[in-house]
């Protein structure tokens, strides 16, 4: 890599673009989607706790060190391991890993988004208007067994995706900055009809009733992970958007922005569902679909509720669309930067090879018998959300823990955060971070 190449690295317009960049890729269907059926299955308050935790632990910690040694590098998330170990081979091993993770996770991210855009257009034409609780569930399996369909929106979806990358960063930015806003304030009004309509005492009370004895060791082990997959952390995504940075962004305020923005996000879209759920005493067999199945029997039951849930389905696809790009940004970036290949190129590389792998993933729902059976995109979530994104995440922080020199590190923080902030951030990134992650590998590996 030259320094002309260097210098001609597009960057953030602002300290705000950045931010609200990174609030799009960490909000996304982990919290909108996810969060509440994971939280739902693991019964509800404590597991939230122990999420939180994490969040506190490992996730805020490990955000700011990789936005650190992103700007520090200038690189990607293989060209900064490479470049800032100095050739070592087993910390570029590590590089790649943060590569196929974003490769992984993307695969099927890009499915699930695809149904957004399905349940956007449905809703928009009125094709919804007699779904009840009874015919969700129904209706959604049959949806994600329909293969044409699935490969459509996977298509739509990757498609969409890549348009922006080409753009680079100035794209990134515009459309993010104005649908994150208008996602928060759609998420707060339907939280508010759902307490309208169905009461807010047993939401309340499970989410704020801390019975441990109801966590399980895979409650722990997938709050732990589901911590590195809302932060986004683990495979160099902030390092990479970190690289587009100037320098007079405070990484601190980005960080504490990023992380109150993404579990506010999280803890709303469980008030969502969950009154509707208590409420009409449904029946969640299918809990990873309630986004879909729960929300969408519910708009029903509203004047003009066709409209409100087409606006709201898309503006969780944008959700999703915010957090896609910054999937699909640290494989071009590594593309880019590692074999020359120019970016709208590397681009149109990357996007297919992850369009090939997701639609294998689009067919696993039951519209292929073969591929259900393999069970793409529950093997992928697995094994990037339980193992790759959790260790990547450990090594990333030894990595700027120990690594990378002192004096580096030191530059990327303000004087005031340098004494106040940075000796602790130092503490727990060496220590105490990868330590918490190490634990919980081990105990998932059954040590103890
Ligand atoms: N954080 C996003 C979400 O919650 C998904 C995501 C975007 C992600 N970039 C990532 C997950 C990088 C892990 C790593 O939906």
């Not at 160099?236 to 506010?264: E, N, Q």
């Not at 896609?324 to 709208?344: A, G, Q």
């Not at 993933?361 to 093997?379: H, P, Q, R, V, Y």
């Amino acid at each position: 890599m030259s320094d002309t190449s260097v210098q001609a690295r597009s960057q953030w317009s602002s300290s705000f673009g950045f931010i609200i960049a990174c609030v799009g890729s960490a909000v996304g269907l982990g919290n909108i989607w996810k969060f509440p059926y994971i939280a739902y299955e693991n019964g509800g308050g404590a597991f939230v706790i122990i999420y939180l935790l994490a969040i506190a632990v490992v996730g805020f910690p490990i955000i700011v060190a990789e936005m650190v040694l992103g700007r520090h590098a200038k690189l990607n998330s293989f060209g900064t391991f490479k470049k800032l170990s100095q050739n070592n081979i087993f910390w570029k091993a590590v590089g790649l890993m943060c590569i196929f993770s974003a490769t992984a996770i993307l695969s099927f991210y890009s499915v699930v988004a695809g149904w957004t855009l399905d349940y956007f257009w449905n809703s928009l034409v009125g094709n919804f208007s007699d779904m009840t609780f009874a015919t969700s569930g129904p209706r959604f399996g049959e949806f994600v067994g329909n293969g044409t369909k699935q490969i459509i929106y996977h298509t739509i979806f990757m498609f969409m995706t890549a348009f922006i990358i080409l753009r680079g960063t100035k794209g990134i930015e515009k459309a993010v900055k104005i649908l994150m806003p208008m996602l928060g304030v759609l998420v707060l009004f339907i939280s508010g009809v759902s307490f309208y309509n169905y009461g807010a005492s047993d939401t309340f009370n499970f989410m704020f009733s801390f019975d441990f004895s109801t966590i399980t060791q895979h409650g722990v082990l997938e709050a732990v992970g589901h911590a590195f997959f809302t932060l986004s952390l683990g495979l160099g995504c902030m390092i990479v958007y970190g690289s587009y940075l100037p320098k007079d962004v405070s990484l601190v305020r980005a960080g504490i922005w990023i992380t109150i923005l993404d579990t506010l996000i999280a803890v709303m879209a469980c008030f969502m569902m969950y009154p509707i759920i208590f409420g009409t005493k449904m029946e969640v067999n299918e809990s990873a679909a309630i986004l879909f199945t729960t929300l969408s029997a519910q708009f029903n039951s509203l004047p003009g509720g066709n409209i409100i849930a087409a606006l709201f389905y898309l503006l969780v696809a944008f959700a999703a669309l915010s957090s896609t790009i910054s999937l699909l940004e640290p494989l071009v970036s590594f593309i880019d930067e590692t074999y020359n290949i120019p970016r709208k190129k590397g681009t149109i590389i990357g996007a297919l090879l992850i369009w090939v792998i997701g639609i294998f993933c689009a067919l696993g729902n039951g519209a292929s018998e073969f591929f259900t059976n393999i069970a793409l995109m529950d093997k992928l979530d697995y094994l990037t959300s339980n193992w790759t994104l959790p260790v990547g995440g450990m090594l990333i922080s030894l990595f700027a823990g120990f690594f990378v020199s002192r004096e580096a590190v030191k530059a990327e923080f303000t004087e005031i955060e340098l004494a106040n902030f940075y000796p602790i951030w130092n503490f727990f990134i060496r220590y105490i971070s990868p330590l918490f992650v190490f634990i919980v590998i081990l105990y998932k590996l059954g040590v103890f």
